[in-house]
């Protein structure tokens, strides 16, 4: 599986961005997805997870704001982000991986099955 996300890019304080992390291979809908974000002298956090089965997870600081869906039959994962805050502005990067639960304890350090290259969201304020 290889990923490829792309949507990032500057946006007012308020304002709305769509995401969206393209899968290529056929097992794409067995993998759990997720995203992450790095902001500058940051660590990378978790942003939000969806299941294989399409239940989705989100940290207590996007909650309401973002919302985390799948397509299977496209092979791609979106993050529609509303209501942005200039503390949003990071690398956001998806990730992929079979056991949910790497997916919360390995994913600072980077060790989950396939991560996309990242794209930049700015939010102004």
């Known amino acids: 599986v290889q990923l490829q996300a792309f949507g990032g890019g500057l946006v007012q304080a308020g304002g709305s961005l769509r995401l969206s992390c393209a899968a290529s291979?056929?097992?794409?809908?067995?993998?759990?997805m997720a995203w992450f974000r790095q902001a500058p002298g940051k660590q990378r956090e978790l942003v939000t997870i969806?299941?294989?089965?399409?239940?989705?997870y989100y940290v207590d600081f996007v909650k309401g704001r973002f919302t985390i869906s799948r397509d299977n039959a496209k092979n791609t994962v979106y993050l529609q982000m509303d209501n942005l805050k200039p503390e949003d502005t990071a690398v956001y990067y998806c990730?992929?991986?079979?056991?949910?639960?790497?997916?919360?304890?390995?994913?600072?350090?980077?060790?989950?099955?396939?991560w996309g290259q990242g794209t930049l969201v700015t939010v102004s304020s």
């Open positions: 969806i299941t294989s089965g399409g239940i989705p």
């Open positions: 990730a992929a991986d079979k056991i949910y639960s790497h997916i919360l304890t390995n994913g600072r350090s980077g060790s989950l099955d396939y």
């Open positions: 291979g056929r097992t794409f809908s067995t993998y759990h």
